[in-house]
């Protein structure tokens, strides 16, 4: 398909702008789904959750681990899921 091919609206379908947070499209009327307690209460379960993953890891691997340890391995798992949904949720 060549330029001469697209119309006009297809060009502006493929050059309209985007939402930072909600990465919708920009129109008029544009609102993005879920407030700031949403997306609060995501961020702080992925952090929970994240933390359980990395407690339970260590858990796995030593009988009776040390509380620095235990403390460490959460807060990496919390890290580290908090870096995976923004890699997946395509926001920067």
Not at 3 to 23: E, R
Not at 26 to 49: D, M, Y
Not at 51 to 68: D, Q
Request: aromatic share 4%; hydrophobic share 45%; with cysteine.
């Amino acid at each position: 398909m060549s330029i001469t091919d697209i119309t006009d609206n297809q060009l502006i379908a493929t050059t309209m702008a985007t939402c930072p947070k909600c990465m919708g499209f920009l129109t008029e009327n544009h609102k993005c789904p879920g407030g700031v307690w949403t997306r609060v209460s995501k961020a702080v379960l992925t952090v929970l959750i994240g933390g359980g993953v990395g407690t339970m890891a260590v858990y796995a691997l030593e009988e009776r681990p040390v509380s620095a340890l235990v403390l460490a391995s959460a807060a990496l798992g919390a890290v580290l899921a908090t870096a995976v949904r923004q890699a997946v949720g395509g926001r920067p």
